[in-house]
């Protein structure tokens, strides 16, 4: 098992919280489960996870959307009560077993506040994420052009993909010019369509009905956020270049600052240690599964071509108020992921607070955003998000392409 750094909070509210934890209780059934987030007005949020107990007597459970797998081992039984704490994000689900195939409770995303939970329901069995009563009456695999919040202020446009199966399970992720929707995975029952995603960060959920050549439809973040979305069939849709959308403020060449490492040492691209070695900033965020994809890439670049001159180094602006516990939260993140290059931590999450402490950018527009920089210090690009895994080619297009470019300053002289 990785280290895990704890969380104060965490620990408090493991004291004194079990129903009853003195009460024998069967142990958890083991295999396929169903949870339902209970997002009120008769909506539920549905995703699955598999259980298993390991040779030492102790649970683990995999989360699954789509192709993805998320392994949870941080699990905890007292009495009839069951804490699931999950491996990157500051969440948990604290419940209570109603018998061996049944847990009640609420799943609290600490990330949104000491006071947000989701109520949640999880059942034993191999039950359909969706319900497909009907069967599907269209293929709505392909690529779609998607406008969320259309005709408002706050519209702002995305590329649905989608892959259908002949019984209507689907799959795919919407891409937007601040990175995508992850893993979402559902079904085309008659002609709605229903995707979820739970990354223990985010809980999502789509629902949407087919009429003529287009998609209406919902889009739900857990219980605070609902918007609107429309889509029509259009493989030729495309996003503005994720290169041209951060840039730096005239008058700069470079990327400077000073931030403390996770160890409260400054830290600066000026530094000796980054001279004459091409450098991959990353603006990220421990609580932003995005940057999650960032930096799995950025770890795996940096293996393979730190020996040859690479640098990385993250910049870290984190949702706690509190540094000491946005710096555990950091620490948990290096350690989990298995971070290799160095994480300085620069202050609270708000892209105004980012545009006050990079002020070199235009703005912060998305996290993360990755400022690439070549040997002399210049920087050469500046990406905006990030197309992860979830969509699939643009991904490995994407990979390539930075890859080749880091091969190409890593091959420029001084």
């Not at 598999?50 to 941080?74: C, F, H, M, Q």
């Not at 202020?153 to 795919?172: H, K, L, V, W």
């Amino acid at each position: 098992m990785r280290s895990r750094v704890p969380f104060p909070a965490l620990l408090l509210l493991f004291a004194g919280a079990c129903t009853n934890p003195d009460k024998e209780v069967q142990p958890p059934t083991t295999g396929p489960w169903l949870v339902q987030l209970d997002l009120a007005d008769g909506e539920v949020l549905p995703f699955h996870f598999d259980l298993e107990k390991l040779e030492n007597g102790a649970l683990r459970l995999s989360v699954r959307n789509g192709e993805e797998t998320i392994v949870v081992d941080d699990i905890e039984r007292k009495g009839d009560s069951l804490f699931v704490r999950m491996p990157l994000f500051d969440s948990e689900f604290k419940g209570r077993s109603e018998g061996a195939g049944m847990v009640t409770g609420n799943w609290h995303n600490y990330l949104k506040g000491p006071d947000y939970s989701i109520p949640f329901t999880a059942r034993a069995g191999e039950f359909p994420r969706f319900a497909n009563k009907q069967g599907p009456t269209h293929d709505l695999g392909g690529t779609w052009e998607v406008h969320f919040s259309p005709g408002t202020e706050d519209s702002y446009p995305a590329i649905g993909m989608f892959t259908q199966e002949p019984n209507g399970r689907t799959t795919g992720t919407f891409v937007t010019e601040t990175g995508d929707y992850r893993y979402l995975e559902g079904v085309v029952s008659g002609d709605s369509l229903l995707l979820s995603c739970f990354d223990g960060s985010h809980a999502f959920l789509f629902s949407a009905s087919f009429s003529g050549d287009s998609l209406k439809g919902s889009f739900r973040s857990g219980t605070h956020w609902q918007e609107p979305w429309l889509a029509v069939r259009n493989p030729e849709f495309a996003l503005a270049h994720p290169d041209s959308l951060t840039f730096l403020r005239e008058g700069y060449d470079m990327a400077d600052f000073a931030f403390p490492d996770l160890e409260g040492n400054m830290v600066s691209p000026s530094d000796e240690r980054f001279k004459g070695r091409p450098l991959l900033i990353q603006i990220m965020g421990s609580w932003c599964p995005n940057c999650v994809d960032e930096t799995r890439l950025l770890n795996e670049l940096y293996a393979k071509h730190h020996d040859k001159g690479l640098e990385v180094l993250s910049v870290a602006f984190e949702r706690p108020d509190d540094p000491a516990r946005a710096i555990e939260g950091l620490k948990r993140f290096r350690d989990v992921l298995d971070v290799e290059y160095p994480i300085v931590y620069a202050g609270r999450s708000g892209k105004g607070e980012a545009a006050e402490k990079l002020p070199f950018l235009n703005h912060v527009m998305s996290y993360p955003t990755c400022i690439i920089i070549d040997r002399n210090g210049k920087v050469r690009r500046i990406r905006t998000g990030i197309y992860g895994p979830s969509t699939g080619e643009h991904y490995t297009k994407y990979k390539r392409s930075l890859e080749g470019f880091v091969e190409e300053l890593l091959a420029e002289v001084n």
